[in-house]
């Protein structure tokens, strides 16, 4: 074997090494490894966890929370899709749901480091056995509903519109009447129409009759 083979060899079996190192070291977090962040209000929690993240190592980080959901409504989230059921469909046939128990359905913010822009937003069943991967998550509570709409109000505003169809999902699920609210004003208001078709996806899913209304007007123009 001459040597420009043996350094070869050398090399590519550093590089293994390396990878095989790097991999190593790769982390995992299951919910109890979330990084708990304190604060007085979701707000004060969300802004924490993004100074937080931003001082990690990472390019992105994970920032969550758990959000309530309407009753008669269950998500069921897995390789990325959400499924939405109601208990009865179109034809009348109704499933009964053996769980009495209210879900925990958690909203996942990837957010980038160098600008603290949602990169892309996940909805998980957190009643199910999961782990995050290579980033840490900040874990900022379970607040009220009120408090969720505030919050998702500001992040579909500053979020870029491939991050904020999980966003108008949970103001969808939100069982408050304000979350109807939030919808019209993104749906009539919101720069982009992507967004906004979305808006009024999750608007026909609300029985409000001020929903009804902003179709009928739709349907003047």
Do not use: C
């Amino acid at each position: 074997m001459n040597r420009a083979a043996a350094a070869l060899i050398v090399v590519l079996s550093f590089n293994v090494l390396s990878i095989a190192y790097r991999e190593g070291l790769q982390e995992s977090y299951s919910p109890a490894d979330f990084v708990q962040v304190a604060g007085n209000s979701l707000q004060a929690r969300y802004d924490g966890a993004l100074a937080e993240g931003r001082r990690g190592t990472t390019d992105t980080f994970w920032i969550a929370y758990q959000f309530p959901v309407r009753p008669g409504v269950r998500v069921n989230a897995s390789d990325g899709n959400v499924n939405i059921s109601r208990g009865r469909n179109s034809d009348g046939i109704e499933w009964v749901d053996q769980t009495t128990a209210l879900q925990r359905v958690g909203l996942f913010l990837l957010t980038r480091k160098s600008d603290g822009l949602i990169e892309k937003s996940r909805i998980l069943n957190l009643d199910q056995d999961f782990r995050v991967h290579d980033r840490k998550v900040y874990w900022i509570g379970e607040p009220g509903a009120q408090e969720s709409l505030a919050l998702l109000a500001m992040l579909v505003d500053a979020a870029p519109q491939r991050a904020s169809s999980s966003l108008l999902m949970t103001l969808g699920l939100n069982p408050e009447p304000g979350a109807g609210e939030r919808l019209l004003r993104i749906a009539r208001e919101h720069p982009n129409a992507a967004v906004r078709k979305q808006a009024i996806f999750w608007l026909g899913q609300k029985r409000d009759p001020r929903v009804l209304d902003f179709f009928e007007q739709m349907l003047k123009k």
